[in-house]
């Protein structure tokens, strides 16, 4: 049995007067302790899918199951780390504070959940970090105080959306080789959502084309690259760029194929 289902979802958002059918049909699983990515063109609902899949947002139909079980609201084995860290930490808290927050919904005691806190933040290298707020720190920081946060949850699914599309290209590297760390070293299972191709390769063992909107998945494509990779040696190895060739084509085909049938247009206006 797979760890996490996506069974057939589908989501239309209903307002005054027009009808978005943002995801049409979705159906991908994830076994424990993989790491995918999802990727598709600009505004398919990538975003959409993952509150779907987090429970922060109802689907219209079809489900989400984590170990067999239907989610209805967001479940206690999950933690998302969203892209804007500015907005999801507060600044007004310690950073220390800020990682300890939703630990208070696990009822520890306060010897365990100092180890939490301590050993999230070391992993994510800001053990010297503790006492400062937010804004005292750069993007690439906060960032990984936001990584520290869902760590420390010690979840059995990580949902992060474009985690790092905020953020430099050298630290976006380095965050991106950290994401990889954590998930060998902590065993989760990570649905990583991104709209950069060449993250979806580097990052993932598997990694999921979407379709434009209304969407379906386009592809499930095995990223046979080795195990430990580098952004020097995989990111020029020969394999790496088939790969980024073959997400980058499915893309613009995805493009060029929006809306082909009038009546399955994305954005529908009611009479
Ligand atoms: N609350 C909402 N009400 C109505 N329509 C919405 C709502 N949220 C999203 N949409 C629509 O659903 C579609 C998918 O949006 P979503 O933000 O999930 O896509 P995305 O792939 O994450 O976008 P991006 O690539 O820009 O990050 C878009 O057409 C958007 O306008």
């Known amino acids: 049995m797979s760890l996490l ?13 027009r ?8 159906t991908f699983s994830l076994d424990a302790g993989e790491l995918v990515c999802l990727v598709g063109p ?26 067999g079980r239907p989610i209805s609201g967001p479940p206690p084995g999950m933690a998302v780390v969203f892209q804007e860290y500015g907005r999801s930490l507060f600044a007004w808290m310690t950073v220390r504070q800020n990682v300890a927050l939703p630990l208070r919904r696990k ?29 005292q720190l750069s993007g690439g920081m906060q960032q990984r105080v936001a990584i520290a946060r869902a760590v420390a949850y010690e979840p059995e699914v990580l949902l992060m959306d474009e985690p ?21 070293d902590l065993g989760v299972t990570v649905l990583f959502v991104t709209h950069d191709i060449d993250e979806a390769v580097y990052l993932g063992q598997r990694t999921i084309v979407l379709s434009s909107s209304p969407t379906v998945v386009r592809e499930d494509l095995r990223i ?20 980024r060739a073959r997400v980058y084509e499915q893309i613009q085909r995805a493009k060029r194929e929006r809306h082909p049938d009038p009546g399955a247009e994305a954005v529908t206006t009611r009479p």
């Open 107 to 135: 009822k520890l005691g306060k010897a365990r959940q100092t180890e939490l806190v301590e050993r999230a933040l070391d992993v994510v290298g800001l053990g010297d970090t503790h006492d400062a707020y937010p804004w």
């Open 42 to 67: 600009s505004g398919c609902g990538k975003t959409t899918l993952l509150k779907c899949v987090s429970g922060l947002l109802d689907p219209t139909g079809g489900e989400v199951r984590l170990k």
């Open 164 to 184: 790092f599309a905020a953020v430099d290209a050298q630290t976006r590297a380095d965050l991106e080789d950290l994401v990889r760390r954590l998930w060998r």
């Open 19 to 26: 009808t978005v059918e943002a995801l049409r049909d979705i």
């Open 224 to 243: 046979d690259l080795p195990d430990a990779r580098d952004q020097l040696h995989t990111r020029s190895a020969p394999r790496f760029a088939e790969l």
């Open 5 to 17: 289902d996506i069974r057939s979802l589908n989501k239309t958002y209903a307002g005054r007067g």
